[in-house]
């Protein structure tokens, strides 16, 4: 597997060598368990020899930042990763930042069009999930991965902290989250699912205000959005992108039908009052 030093993929390690798997890591860093074998994504080429499945989760993740710099991991690193895998069955871990942009009038399916992204991050992954779809790869859509060591999603909730509340933006909104241990149970197993993409969440959606009140432990106050994305938009504010805002304003639900057909069930989920 790839990615198995950040964020996701030291769970997704950890779940596999629980189950008996026999984990190589392969990147940059070490993971937390197995055999570690070097790759640079932006460069060469991942020795995957001897592998029985590839579970690919290594990405340039973020809100900013040169586009060439976020192809050459989610985009070139895939072509590369795809050519070594050859016939070894792939799971590709992509995110629902490939959708086009809201409004989301009903829950997101898989069908959903893929374009019209607003981010270096959205483009590229929506580019090197196409590449992984067209060579018969099992693409994995999680959205807003939450759980103990997140370096993405609670850091930027905690910016939002002021005097002992969390200041939100807009109304309250029903959305997806994903405990990052659904989607370690979705990597273990979907490889045996046919090729295609397949949404990934918790079992129900949440009310945005209740999830991170639960997450920060403090109460939430919600602020006018209009007046926070004029200044997001000018940059003042680097905590806050309009990604960044787009994420906790957007009421985005996954229809996660497609891979609970397969036999996969969402266990963990956050505890709001
Ligand atoms: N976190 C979320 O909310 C979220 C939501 C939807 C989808 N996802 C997807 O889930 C996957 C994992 O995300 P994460 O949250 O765990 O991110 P993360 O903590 O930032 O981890 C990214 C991983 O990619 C590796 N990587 C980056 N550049 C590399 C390179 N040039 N060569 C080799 N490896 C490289 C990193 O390894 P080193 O830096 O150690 O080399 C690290 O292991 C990604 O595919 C992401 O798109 C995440």
């Known amino acids: 597997m790839t990615g198995a030093s950040g964020f996701c993929g030291a769970v997704v390690a950890r779940a596999a060598a629980g189950s008996g798997a026999d984990v190589v890591c392969v990147g940059r860093r070490p993971g937390p368990v197995g055999e570690h074998v070097f790759w640079d994504a932006t460069t060469g080429t991942p020795d995957l020899r001897g592998a029985d499945v590839v579970l690919h989760l290594a990405a340039a993740v973020g809100d900013s930042g040169p586009e060439r710099e976020f192809a ?49 991050y959205g483009r590229t992954k929506a580019a090197g999930e196409r590449l992984a779809l067209a060579a018969g790869a099992v693409v994995l859509r999680p959205r807003a991965v939450y759980g103990r060591g997140d370096p993405h999603l609670l850091p930027r909730l905690r910016r939002t902290v002021r005097a002992g509340r969390a200041w939100l933006p807009g109304p309250d909104v029903t959305l997806s989250l994903t405990a990052v241990e659904n989607l370690a149970s979705a990597c273990l197993t979907a490889h045996r699912w046919p090729p295609g993409a397949y949404n990934i969440a918790d079992a129900t959606p949440y009310s945005r205000d209740a999830a991170v009140a639960a997450v920060l432990g403090v109460p939430v106050r919600r602020v006018p959005a209009r007046p926070v994305r004029m200044v997001a938009a000018t940059g003042l504010l680097p905590a806050l992108t309009p990604y960044a805002l787009d994420q906790i304003t957007d009421g985005l639900v996954l229809d996660i039908g497609r891979a609970r057909a397969r036999g996969w069930t969402p266990k963990a989920r956050l505890t709001t009052s």
Not at 101 to 109: E, F, H, L
């Open 72 to 120: 050459a991991v989610n985009v070139d690193g895939t072509r590369r990763l795809l050519e070594a895998a050859g016939t070894t069955p792939v799971v590709w871990v992509s995110s629902a930042s490939v959708y086009r942009p809201g409004p989301y009038p009903a829950a997101v399916r898989e069908d959903r069009p893929t374009d019209g992204q607003r981010t270096a």
